[in-house]
């Protein structure tokens, strides 16, 4: 019999969350396509944080190894991207996820309109969802946290290279590298406006 993960019995539910919440935002992507002809995004991405990175996430901000820990004190637990092929698209697909029921915003950070100082854009939302489950704290309904992630095709590209340099032991250059990538993010950040003023202007030319 396999150990139980840091999740334990609730990590059924965190499945059964997350596929209810996937199945949501792409019937929102599906009825927009249908009204509009356009897709809210382009990809769609999720998982639940695996028993290693969860444990991991936890001795590295000093919380004990606990389902509390993983489900109340860090809220990734649940993590969804949506690769979105304009940056207004992000927007809509965040309004739309604020008006879906039993979703509460608990937090939210826009680094599309303010990147990092690293050239990172993205929308960060971090949702308190109630469910009829029981939560660790034994409330019912119970509430579990999701954090979703929304990029432009060009953000998420950027970021998947940012990400192999973070994680690549003893890179050679890396503040060269650091510098290359951050002159990148602000071209792609450019195309990004570009594309879209693109896009509004055949949307106003009409037929």
Known sequence: MSEETIYGK???????????????????NVKVKTETGFKLFEHFLAR????????????RKNLPLTAQSALKEIRDAIGIRIVCGFVDDIYKTVAIIKQMDGVCVYN??????????????????ILEIETPFEDCLGQLPGRYFAEIQLRTIAMDSWASLEHQMKYKHNIKNPERIAKELKRCADELASCDLSMQTIRNLIAESGD
């Open 10 to 28: 609730y990590e059924g539910d965190l499945k059964r969350i997350i596929d209810d919440l996937s199945r949501q935002i792409q019937a929102e």
């Open 108 to 125: 939210e950070k826009d680094y599309v309109y303010k990147a990092k100082p690293n050239g990172y854009r993205s929308y960060h939302l």
């Open 48 to 59: 639940i944080k695996t028993d290693d990175s969860m444990r991991e996430k936890c001795q």
